[in-house]
């Protein structure tokens, strides 16, 4: 298009017609009245009355292009796709066909989509990672709810156990188990002469053979292995059959080995090492 028709203003569609010619001599004058009717109120229905629509009016108000910017009013527009219906081959002798590829060309080599091509939604709001979200979402939920159930479970038995072992209970002895035990003279040991307490509760009798030893009075100092003292017997004596008798319920120790350590006292009241045992408790 020249450079004298680009200059041409943009003329809205509501223009006015064009005005009428003058009467003629042959128009009597009872025509003018009418005639200045007329063309007052073709004035007062300029504002909203359509000027023609042909290729002529289209190329000189450079409809194509305000309609392709979005410059056209909207009831312009509507009378220019109305005008375009019924006479679709006037799109080809316009160009826009040519003008709507070079738009897409221009669209392509800046790496634009088509306006009808689906737009690509960010990661986050597609639908498989949405739906894949909501579903490790739920997932953690319901570990976390198993996980709650299960730590409260946990602290209920922890507080019994506790509870328990501050009240330390004591199981009836079902037996009596009466044992002959002959400890070591060389030094301590460290693996059980005997076991006792498997599977039930038992009263564990034992008989240590000391008849050996030249002391009357003894003292035995009962050790858990790896913790710490559990008892001191003092002033033990050796029975007719040179034994030092040492009962207990088996429930009373917790499982695990006891070192046992008999010591003779002197005149003056002094330990003498004289012997030593492990025993074994089980549960």
């Known amino acids: 298009m020249d450079a004298a028709t680009q200059m041409l203003p943009d003329v809205p569609l509501t223009d006015a017609p064009p005005p009428r010619r003058a009467a003629g001599p042959s128009q009597s004058p009872a025509a003018a009245p009418n005639a200045a009717q007329t063309t007052g109120q073709g004035a007062q229905g300029a504002a909203w009355a359509a000027p023609a629509m042909d290729r002529n009016f289209i190329e000189r108000n ?14 312009g527009a509507l009378e220019f796709e109305r005008f375009c ?5 006037l799109l080809d002798a316009l160009g826009l066909p ?28 597609r639908p498989p990672v949405v739906i ?24 209920d038995e922890i507080a019994a156990l506790e509870t328990r072992v501050a009240e330390q209970p ?16 060389g030094g301590p040991t460290s693996s059980p002469a005997v076991v006792v307490g498997a599977g039930t509760v038992q009263f564990a009798d034992f008989k240590i053979d000391i008849a ?27 029975d007719s059959n040179g034994h030092l008798r040492l009962a207990f319920n088996t429930s009373a120790l917790g499982p ?12 003056r009241g002094e330990p003498v090492a004289q012997a030593w045992a492990t025993i074994g408790v089980q549960r």
């Open 62 to 75: 450079q409809i194509v292009e305000r309609y392709l910017s979005g410059r056209l009013p909207p009831r």
């Open 85 to 89: 219906t019924e006479h679709p081959d």
């Open 98 to 125: 040519a003008r709507v590829n070079a738009g897409l060309r221009l669209l392509e080599v800046g790496g634009k989509p088509e306006p009808w091509a689906e737009k690509t939604l960010p990661l986050w709001q």
């Open 132 to 155: 894949g979200a909501l579903a490790l979402a739920l997932v953690l939920l319901i570990v976390s709810a198993v996980l709650a159930s299960q730590l409260g479970q946990r602290s």
């Open 170 to 185: 004591l199981a009836p002895a079902t037996s009596t188990r009466t044992i002959k035990l002959v400890p070591a003279r």
């Open 212 to 238: 050996w030893s030249k002391f009357d009075a003894f003292r035995i100092t009962i050790d858990r292995a790896g913790q710490g003292r559990v008892a001191v017997l003092h002033n033990m004596k050796k």
């Open 256 to 267: 695990g080995n006891y070192d046992l350590t008999i010591q003779g006292i002197n005149w």
